[in-house]
Structure formats: structure tokens, C-alpha cells
């Protein structure tokens, strides 16, 4: 009897374990962004002047992974698909983000693409170029070493697609402004829930010794 009430403990144990580990994995995937961006600018995007800031988040469309994340994310139009790739948040190391500009309809790869990007951990610039110009619209930029392996925001503003010297004559989307998230793949949230998971069933498991003595 005192074993069928060990086992059933360690089963119950276990069981919650699952479910917390699972919370934790879907509030981790929508801190990830795991919903695409809105084609307009109503609702949650907010319009000034001739800039618009789009403020939902970016699609998750593959990962994370141990080794790096990709986000996607689109204009106000929906005419232009706007991938990153990096290398998830380490503390001490340089982080690598690959960004591709794409035609939505098709995917291929928008040639002249203009843009600025800003990456931030903490609140601290770890990156901040202006003016970018990619003649394949694809292009790779490492930031400065991390502090932590915290959460790594990204904003890339789009200026616009054409030749450097004939700003005249930019074509697409100019002045929106999309917002990235790069998550860890286990954050310290996920790992504290871990830990108070498995106490819960080192404790439960030494009850039911004492309950056999």
C-alpha cells in the first residue's frame, strides 16, 4: 500500500512538472513573437507624420534553437518580408544577425535595400548602424560583446529600395520601423520553474519514505 502511494506521489509530481514546463514554453513562444505582423496600420501600429511604427510582433518562423533564432516580420503594406536570423543571446559573446529583404509574393530577395537597425539588451545599445545599403538585399552585422544572455531587441527602420546616389527615385515602404525579439531558448524564468519542479518532486518522494517508516 505505502508503494502504490510512493508511485502515485512521483506520477503526480511528474505530471505537474509537464504542465508548468508547458506554460513556460508557450509564454516563452509568444515573448518570442509567435503571431505576424498586421498588413495595416490600424490597431496596435501607430502612424506619425510619414513614419509608421509597427508595434506587433514579428512572426517566429523557425526555432528557437540551441544555436540561433529566425523572425520575420512585414511592412504596413505587406509587401515586403523583412527575415532575421542571429545567434541567441550568450553572455561575453558577439552576437551575429543575418537580415534578408523579400518580396512577400515570391520571397525573392529584394535587391538595393536601404535601412538603419538598432539592437539593444537592457536598454543598452549593442548595435546602432544608419543608412545601410545591401545591393543583394541581404546583409550580416555582429554586436558588441553581451553583458548577458538576456533578451536582445532589434528595430530596423526602412528607408526605402533603390541606389544609394538616387535617393529621388527610392521606391517601397520608407520611415516604418519593425520591431524584433530574440529570446534565449531556455530563459532564467524557464529554469527556475524547472528547478522548483523537480524539488516538488524530491520532496513528495521523501514523504512517502517517511510514510513507509
Given at each position: 500500500?505505502a508503494?502504490?502511494?510512493k508511485?502515485?506521489?512521483?506520477?503526480?509530481?511528474?505530471?505537474?512538472?509537464?504542465?508548468?514546463?508547458?506554460m513556460?514554453?508557450?509564454?516563452?513562444?509568444?515573448?518570442?513573437?509567435?503571431v505576424?505582423q498586421?498588413?495595416?496600420?490600424?490597431?496596435?501600429?501607430?502612424q506619425k507624420d510619414?513614419?509608421?511604427?509597427?508595434?506587433?510582433?514579428?512572426?517566429?518562423i523557425?526555432?528557437p534553437?540551441?544555436e540561433?533564432?529566425?523572425?520575420?516580420?512585414?511592412?504596413?503594406?505587406?509587401k515586403i518580408r523583412?527575415?532575421?536570423?542571429s545567434?541567441?543571446?550568450a553572455?561575453?559573446?558577439?552576437?551575429?544577425i543575418?537580415?534578408?529583404?523579400?518580396?512577400?509574393?515570391?520571397?525573392?530577395l529584394k535587391?538595393?535595400a536601404?535601412y538603419n537597425?538598432i539592437?539593444?539588451q537592457n536598454g543598452?545599445?549593442?548595435?546602432?548602424?544608419?543608412?545601410?545599403?545591401?545591393?543583394?538585399g541581404?546583409?550580416?552585422?555582429?554586436?558588441a560583446?553581451?553583458?548577458?544572455?538576456?533578451?536582445v531587441?532589434?528595430?530596423?527602420?526602412?528607408?526605402?529600395?533603390?541606389?544609394?546616389d538616387?535617393?529621388?527615385?527610392w521606391?517601397?515602404?520608407?520611415?516604418?520601423?519593425?520591431?524584433?525579439?530574440?529570446?534565449?531558448?531556455f530563459?532564467t524564468?524557464?529554469?527556475?520553474?524547472?528547478?522548483?519542479?523537480?524539488?516538488?518532486?524530491?520532496?513528495i518522494?521523501?514523504?512517502s519514505?517517511?510514510?513507509?517508516?
Amino acid at each position: 500500500m505505502a508503494m502504490k502511494t510512493k508511485i502515485s506521489s512521483l506520477l503526480v509530481a511528474i505530471s505537474v512538472m509537464v504542465i508548468i514546463l508547458s506554460m513556460s514554453s508557450s509564454d516563452y513562444a509568444i515573448a518570442s513573437g509567435d503571431v505576424i505582423q498586421d498588413s495595416t496600420i490600424e490597431g496596435s501600429d501607430v502612424q506619425k507624420d510619414t513614419q509608421v511604427i509597427i508595434k506587433a510582433p514579428p512572426l517566429v518562423i523557425e526555432g528557437p534553437s540551441t544555436e540561433e533564432t529566425t523572425v520575420s516580420g512585414l511592412s504596413s503594406d505587406g509587401k515586403i518580408r523583412v527575415e532575421i536570423t542571429s545567434s541567441n543571446p550568450a553572455i561575453n559573446e558577439v552576437m551575429s544577425i543575418d537580415i534578408k529583404f523579400r518580396d512577400s509574393n515570391g520571397g525573392s530577395l529584394k535587391q538595393h535595400a536601404n535601412y538603419n537597425i538598432i539592437a539593444t539588451q537592457n536598454g543598452k545599445e549593442i548595435l546602432s548602424l544608419t543608412e545601410v545599403h545591401e545591393h543583394g538585399g541581404h546583409g550580416t552585422h555582429n554586436t558588441a560583446s553581451l553583458k548577458s544572455d538576456e533578451p536582445v531587441d532589434i528595430q530596423v527602420m526602412l528607408l526605402g529600395f533603390g541606389l544609394p546616389d538616387d535617393q529621388e527615385n527610392w521606391s517601397g515602404p520608407a520611415g516604418e520601423i519593425l520591431y524584433f525579439n530574440v529570446v534565449p531558448e531556455f530563459g532564467t524564468i524557464a529554469v527556475m520553474i524547472l528547478v522548483v519542479a523537480i524539488t516538488s518532486i524530491i520532496v513528495i518522494s521523501a514523504k512517502s519514505k517517511l510514510t513507509t517508516i
